[in-house]
C-alpha cells in the first residue's frame, strides 16, 4: 500500500502489469521485493467483488482495506478507511526509485522526502517501522 500511495497517490498503479511494449512500476528495482502472492490475493478479490457488485469496489480500496486488516491483525489499531479511489490506468516504471526512500538514503534525506508528502517525522517513522511486518 506504501509504495502504492507515496508514489503517485493511492491509486493501484503498482498494480497494473508490465506488456511487450511498456514496462510499469512493478519492474522499478525497489518494487522487486513486493510479493506476488500479495498481487494475486488483490485480483482474487477484485474478481470475486465484480462478480458481486460490478464496477463499484476499486483495486486502489481494496489495497487501502488489505492494509488496515494487517494492521489490525497484527495489533495496531482499526482506523477508518475512506472509499471511493480510482484505480489508474498508468504506471510509470521510473518514478518508485526516484520517489520512495531507499536502504542508503541518509535519515537526512528520508525526512525530506516524507516532508515533501506532508508527513511528520513520526508518521515518517511509522511508516519505515512498517516494513518489518513485510
Known amino acids: 500500500f506504501f ?3 507515496f508514489v503517485s ?3 493501484a498503479s503498482v ?7 511498456a514496462k510499469s512500476e512493478k519492474d ?25 457488485c460490478p464496477g463499484v469496489v476499486s483495486c486502489a480500496d481494496i489495497l487501502a482495506i ?17 472509499l471511493g479511489r ?4 498508468s504506471s510509470n516504471p521510473a518514478a ?3 520517489e520512495l526512500p531507499h536502504s542508503n538514503f541518509t535519515v537526512g534525506r528520508i525526512i525530506e522526502l516524507f516532508t515533501a508528502k506532508g508527513f511528520t517525522v513520526q508518521e ?11
Open 3 to 5: 509504495h502504492d500511495c
Open 9 to 11: 497517490g493511492c491509486d
Open 15 to 21: 498494480l497494473i502489469a508490465p506488456t511487450h511494449y
Open 28 to 52: 522499478a528495482d525497489i518494487n522487486h521485493s513486493l510479493p506476488g502472492d500479495a498481487f494475486d490475493a488483490v485480483v482474487r478479490s477484485k474478481l470475486a467483488l465484480e462478480l458481486e
Open 66 to 82: 488489505a492494509s488496515r486488516v494487517l494492521v489490525t491483525m497484527t495489533g495496531g489499531p482499526r482506523y477508518p478507511v475512506p
Open 86 to 89: 480510482k484505480d489508474s490506468l
Open 96 to 98: 518508485p526509485d526516484v
Open 124 to 134: 515518517m517513522v511509522a511508516l519505515s517501522g512498517a516494513h518489518t511486518l513485510g
